[in-house]
């Protein structure tokens, strides 16, 4: 080979190696990009799957809650010497089992008593009374007792209120 013909076939060659080395870069980069939008999206769709996980056992939660509603009624409607009885008390330790359950589920009581201001975002009136000396929208009875799952309203409180 000639001279020229080789300096010729380098430049042919350091072309060529440029064209590849651009190539490769945009592939890298391209590959890196798609390597990121993919580890974010595993990310995001593990934290969508576990907040859909938090509330999978609402339905079923919500089921036993008039259980629950029961045990406190039968605690309130007892006789206080019948309350010391072993066997009642046995009874009465199944509701706290399920208020550890729920808890550990991550539902809580609403915090509200008798006296309270009524709030329609965590209360449904079921009756409304005149009562004096006391004024509109005060909360009266709570006739059933509301939760909240992981933050979020499961089942508002029913109260009377005074109008």
Known sequence: MTEDKKKLNLEELKKELEICQKQKSEYLTGWQRARADFLNYKKEERERIEEILKYTNEELIFKILPILDNFYLIETKLPEDIKKNENVKGILQIKN??????????????????GDKFDP???????????????????LEITQKGYIINGRLLRPAKVKVAK
Do not use: F, S
Not at 97 to 112: M, T, W, Y
Not at 122 to 139: D, L, M, S
């Open 97 to 114: 089992q399920i208020i550890d359950l729920l808890k550990r589920e991550g539902v809580e009581e609403l915090k509200i008593k008798v």
């Open 121 to 139: 975002n965590y209360q449904e009136a079921v009756e409304t009374t005149e009562k004096e000396g006391i004024e509109p929208g005060i909360i």
